[in-house]
């Protein structure tokens, strides 16, 4: 593409810098995005596109129509912070306690407003329109769901479906794009043990569902080790036990709640049934009875294969072939994944760690940073990506 974009990122680098930090500094909660929202859509307005505001509550969409007939491309970004206390000590460190943006969604909101500057200078040579959705409440897995409640996926509906994450995995000047699945469905799982109660002197006379609570989570183990072909993919996790109040008493019931990671269907499927039929199981067999909830959190982030090939070869111009990765998946989940639900789409990770500055802390950690190169090459990757819809070459 003839258009520099590189040179046009790296112009506004300072003020995606800028917002980035300021964004950092004042993190939102889930659907809590109201001073981040509105700066988003004032920008957005500013730039003389259509805007809707209060979609999926406090998300905001923007519609940059271009002069001539087209494709359309829906380009997301996230906004939302963590209930985390920043522990980093930067000159622009969060000055909310306990909420920090420790993902990188400031840096994606950052981005996707740089995009949008340099696509609508060239409105009058576009065929076709972008979509931009600045999206709530990606954190608690509910806000891609309430913005496609609200229309977001209609009038018009997208063609394709392209998206960003900063990666902490993956040193900066990388880049990783995945064709298929790159990161996992996500689900609650939710087991009630309900036995007989009584003192902790008597075992005997009670059902005890501590016990079998215990043998329940060792037994689901089982389900990706025994269950599952070692070929595919599948995480049950436990993450929390709760039962009795006091060290003498047996307690009547005991809940386990726990996330379940697929890629297919298929495997979903054999992982849900298998948590009914062990819990039950193990649970009967030791006096007590066991309930499951399951509960669908996000789809799976199945990348489009001739979409990626696309964002593959443009990441090749933008970071050079060989920091090109094309195998990078994560049991993590993304709520993107109901953005591109029935529409081809690809959502890919842009390296931002930099370990020889220590900026290579986990996502969701206190001390969670990103090295700002990252969002010059996002914002030129994210705007090459949705330019090759809309822009002749």
């Excluded at 999206?135 to 609200?150: H, K, L, N, T, Y």
């Excluded at 591109?340 to 931002?352: A, E, K, L, V, W």
């Excluded at 220590?358 to 950690?365: A, F, Q, T, V």
């Amino acid at each position: 593409m003839s258009i520099d974009f590189h040179a046009e990122a790296e112009a506004l680098r300072p003020e995606i810098i800028a917002r980035r930090r300021d964004f950092h500094r004042h993190p939102e909660l889930a659907f809590e995005e109201v001073r981040t929202a509105e700066i988003v859509a004032n920008t957005l307005r500013d730039l003389g596109l259509e805007v809707q505001t209060g979609v999926g509550r406090t998300g905001v969409v923007a519609l940059l129509e271009g002069a001539h007939d087209g494709p359309t491309v829906l380009v997301r970004a996230d906004m939302d912070a963590l209930p985390i206390h920043e522990e980093n000590e930067t000159e622009y460190a969060s000055t909310v306690a306990g909420k920090m943006h420790a993902c990188g969604h400031d840096g994606h909101t950052a981005i996707g407003l740089a995009v949008a500057k340099m696509l609508a200078a060239r409105q009058d040579e576009m065929r076709g329109r972008i979509k931009f959705v600045f999206q709530p409440a990606e954190e608690i897995g509910e806000g891609a769901r309430a913005m496609v409640a609200d229309g977001v996926l209609e009038n018009p509906r997208p063609d394709a479906t392209i998206g960003l994450h900063l990666w902490n995995t993956l040193p900066v000047g990388t880049v990783a794009v995945t064709s298929g699945p790159s990161m996992a469905a996500a689900d609650i799982w939710t087991c009630t043990i309900t036995g007989h109660g009584g003192h902790g002197a008597s075992p005997h006379e009670t059902r005890d569902p501590i016990v079998a609570a215990a043998h329940v989570v060792t037994a689901v183990q089982t389900i990706a080790s025994r269950n599952v072909d070692p070929l595919e993919m599948a995480v049950v996790t436990v993450g929390s036990i709760h039962g009795g109040d006091a060290f003498n008493v047996i307690p009547p019931v005991v809940t386990l709640k726990g996330t379940v990671r697929t890629y297919t269907e298929k495997v979903k499927a054999l992982v849900h049934r298998r948590l009914h039929e062990i819990c039950a199981g193990v649970a009967g067999a030791l006096g007590c009875t066991a309930e499951v909830e399951i509960t669908p959190m996000t789809l799976a982030v199945d990348n489009d294969p001739a979409l990626s090939e696309r964002i593959a070869a443009i990441a090749a111009e933008v970071v050079g072939a060989e920091n090109v990765k094309r195998d990078e998946r994560s049991m993590g989940s993304e709520d993107v994944s109901y953005l591109m639900d029935g529409i081809p789409g690809c959502y890919f990770f842009i390296g931002s760690a930099n370990p020889a500055r220590g900026l290579n802390k986990p996502h969701h950690n206190p001390r969670f940073d990103v090295d700002e190169d990252a969002l010059i090459i996002g914002a030129e990757m994210l705007a090459r990506a949705a330019a090759s819809f809309v822009l002749p070459e």
